[in-house]
């Protein structure tokens, strides 16, 4: 998330073009960042300690690298059955799409 030229981007979607004016880092912008990673982790139960994932997962890290400690969103829960593949085993409670 970034400012050009006073208006908010995905940087990540965003074509650079010459004599742009890109601002990175606002207090707005690192709330709305927050806020995004909130979204990406709702219902997660950040017990990132506890997870048979723990010190394995993208979502934890950058969980962890946005200082997100708690959840101020969530969504009605939906109860899909865990499945499992030889060894691994999936709960789609704890996954993010």
């Not at 998330?1 to 940087?11: C, L, N, Q, S, T």
């Not at 890290?61 to 997100?68: G, H, S």
């Not at 101020?72 to 059955?81: G, K, Q, R, V």
């Amino acid at each position: 998330m970034v400012d050009i030229d006073g208006k908010r981007h995905y940087a990540c979607n965003t074509k650079i073009k010459d004599g742009m004016n890109i601002t990175t880092t606002t207090q707005e912008i690192e709330n709305e960042r927050i806020a995004i990673m909130k979204s990406y982790a709702v219902n997660h139960p950040l017990e990132c300690g506890v997870c048979d994932k723990s010190g394995e997962c993208e979502l934890q890290d950058y969980v962890t690298l946005m200082c997100v400690d708690s959840q101020d969103f969530c969504i009605e829960p939906s109860f899909l059955p865990m499945d499992s593949w030889s060894n691994i085993k999936y709960d789609p409670s704890l996954y993010i799409m």
